[in-house]
T-cell receptor, first 111, second 112 residues
Framework: SQTIHQWPATLVQPVGSPLSLECTVE??????LYWYRQAAGRGLQLLFY??????ISSEVPQNLSASRPQDRQFILSSKKLLLSDSGFYLC??????????FGPGTRLTVL | RKEVEQDPGPFNVPEGATVAFNCTYS??????FFWYRQDCRKEPKLLMS???SGNEDGRFTAQLNRASQYISLLIRDSKLSDSATYLC?????????????FGQGTILTVHP
């Protein structure tokens, strides 16, 4: 069966510090991978998606970047965090065109 | 107009009640429809897909009206464990990666 892992689960970072969140998927090959952010009291916003190694598409301009160095690894990064980067970051995967499954998420607080 | 709109609630119902959630979407090219459930501070989890003919999974019934661009979720015999936020989710047509658009969610609280 497929599983998706994210770490860390919780993170508190100062403004201006770098960020690296990791997501890995097990039990499937060549998945589509996604990064979402959910701000407090708001809906899910798609940040990035990837259909293969090294292929990244950005949905919204922002302070973040993503990379996919391996088939089942997806990384979300920032060089300098902003207060507005606080939120619940969710990684998701799919092999069909639509149905997506989410990881447990990383709750990021930028102070 | 938002791409996917839901009544945010909250809906507060007693155990055993029947409750219905509605959702409308703006993109007539949307191809796939889902309901996800999100517990407090957890990730969304797929509750059920929504098919054109309507579908049922135990106490949950989903309906789709493509002409009206309307989706519904009916929960019968509510349990305390049904308390959660219910997300209406729609895919846009014509994309290679299956972009999902999420509604804001409807909060349900089932009380004893």
């Amino acid at each position: 069966s497929q599983t998706i892992h994210q770490w860390p689960a919780t993170l508190v970072q100062p403004v201006g510090s770098p960020l690296s969140l990791e997501c890995t998927v097990e039990g499937t090959s060549n998945p589509n991978l996604y990064w979402y952010r959910q701000a407090a009291g708001r809906g899910l916003q798609l940040l990035f998606y990837s259909v293969g190694i090294g292929q990244i598409s950005s949905e919204v301009p922002q302070n973040l970047s993503a990379s996919r160095p391996q088939d089942r690894q997806f990384i979300l990064s920032s060089k300098k965090l902003l207060l507005s980067d606080s939120g619940f970051y969710l990684c998701a995967w799919s092999v069909l065109r639509s149905l997506q499954f989410f990881g447990p998420g990383t709750r990021l607080t930028v102070l | 107009r938002k791409e996917v709109e839901q009544d945010p609630g909250p809906f507060n119902v007693p155990e055993g009640a029947t409750v219905a959630f509605n959702c409308t979407y703006s993109n007539s090219a949307s191809q796939s429809f889902f309901w996800y459930r999100q517990d407090c501070r957890k990730e969304p989890k797929l509750l059920m897909s929504v098919y054109s003919s309507g579908n049922e999974d135990g106490r949950f019934t989903a309906q789709l009206n493509r002409a009206s661009q309307y989706i519904s979720l009916l929960i019968r015999d509510s349990k305390l464990s049904d308390s959660a936020t219910y997300l209406c989710v729609v895919t846009a047509g014509g994309t290679s990666y299956g972009k999902l658009t999420f509604g804001q969610g409807t909060i349900l609280t089932v009380h004893p």
